[in-house]
């Protein structure tokens, strides 16, 4: 699996791919609502993977301001890791593909989409969510950057939040129900992010999405809406 550690040489200019919205409703599939279609997109990644920091940094964070009414994303952070619990504590103990760091910076990842889920309104979720995981995998050191992150941008509620979960009970359970969510794919996962639209992965839609993301969601829209998104189209 090519999959290795990225040390990024600056940090992106993110704040201008959010556009905060009040009337997006966003479901499951490619589907129309109110006039217009929304793509499932569910990403499984690693904090410490080169491709993984690779696709948000160079994918998902300057395509979002123009894509993010089309698109319903949920972001895994697992990946090839494993999981196993203490009978006797309850203690769960993972193991990851880039180490222990990797480990806690995913757990970090998991409480901060968390805390944002507990603490935001439906319609501004997505917003929050793609903007702190933007900010983290576009730091130096994804691991350490969810706080960081969210003192720029996230309610002091959701700070604190975020902050508690980390050295907590809960960053495990969140970790372990990503790992569940991850081991179940069928075929297993093999290679770190894998990107799965509306429920279909194919190496087709993988290779088009690590590299094309924008040009293979303006597939899935219609003409019309092609026409202001995706002019080459």
Partial sequence: MRCYLFSPRYLLAIAAFI????????????????????????????????DSIRWVKDQLVPNYASLKKHLKITLIPYGKATQTRNA??????????????????NKAQACGIHAIESDYQENEQQDQIVYLIGCTMSDQYPPSAVETCAKRYLKEETQKRISKCINSSLADDLLAANGDKTWALEPQLSFVPTIILNGVRTAEIQKSALYNFKTLICSYLTKDEQRSICPTL
């Fill in 19 to 50: 556009t905060f919205s009040n009337d997006v409703i966003l479901v499951s599939g490619d589907e129309l609502v109110d006039n217009y279609t929304v793509v499932n997109v569910n990403v499984y990644y690693e904090s410490l993977c080169g």
């Fill in 88 to 105: 006797e504590t309850g203690r769960w103990h993972f193991s990851c593909q880039h180490g222990s760091s990797e480990c806690l910076g």
